[in-house]
């Protein structure tokens, strides 16, 4: 069974910072690992995947996957008040890539 | 455009009560989902769709059911609501990869 679990809960940062969140998994051969964003009272939206190991950036957001070491990453560059909201890894099963499991999520607040 | 609905977005039940949400997409995914969101707990899936008549059960699967008698359109049934079932539930589509997700539809047992 997947285990997904997800660092730090809540973090707090202050506008202009670099932002990291971490992600760990239990099945080193999953395909898919995805971090999605949500905004408070919305839903939740896909905001970068990965399905080897290295390194993939889109504008401000860099994700890091360590296969091996079972981690991935997310990292914001700029973090901007409009950032704020919750962060879910999600990572497929080896067996269904069809079938993610969410981490419980890490809420950022990006203060002004 | 690529969406996904829910229908209702809120409602309250009475325990006891027989409850339906009702989720549809546009995109011709094959594959649909039906989570729910607790706070602490993330999203945990409940059903899985990978096409008509095709469902198998998620993670947290007891007091449901699901319906799928259309592509686009995905059914979750509450036989009897119970007070633990209070959350908000999310429909979600897919291709592979990348899930679309509805607007939740926020549910009170009481």
């Known amino acids: 069974q997947q285990k997904v679990q997800q660092s730090p809960e809540s973090l707090i940062v202050p506008e202009g910072a670099m932002t990291s969140l971490n992600c760990t998994f239990s099945?080193?051969?999953?395909?898919?690992f995805a971090w999605y964003r949500q905004h408070s009272g919305k839903a939740p939206k896909a905001l970068m995947s990965?399905?080897?190991?290295g390194e993939k950036e889109e504008g401000r957001f860099t994700i890091h996957l360590n296969k091996a070491s079972l981690h991935f990453s997310l990292h914001i560059r700029d973090s901007q008040p409009s950032d704020s909201a919750l962060y879910l890894c999600a990572v497929s099963m080896s067996s269904n890539t069809n079938k993610v499991v969410f981490g419980t999520g890490t809420r950022l607040q990006v203060l002004p | 455009d690529m969406k996904v609905t829910q229908m209702p977005r809120y409602l309250i039940k009475r325990m006891g009560e027989n409850v339906l949400l009702e989720c549809g997409q546009d995109?011709?995914?094959?594959?649909m989902y039906w989570y729910r969101q607790d706070p602490g707990l993330g999203l945990q899936l409940i059903y899985i769709?990978?096409?008509?008549?095709?469902?198998s059960e998620g993670d947290i699967p007891k007091g449901y059911r699901v319906s799928r008698k259309k592509r686009e359109h995905f059914s979750l049934i509450l036989d009897s609501a119970k007070t633990n079932q209070t959350s908000v539930y999310f429909c979600?589509?897919?291709?592979?990869?990348?899930?679309?997700f509805g607007p939740g539809t926020r549910l009170t047992v009481l």
């Open positions: 979600a589509s897919s291709s592979g990869g990348e899930q679309y």
């Open positions: 995109m011709s995914h094959e594959t």
């Open positions: 769709s990978y096409d008509v008549d095709s469902n």
């Open positions: 099945d080193s051969a999953s395909q898919y």
């Open positions: 990965i399905f080897s190991n």
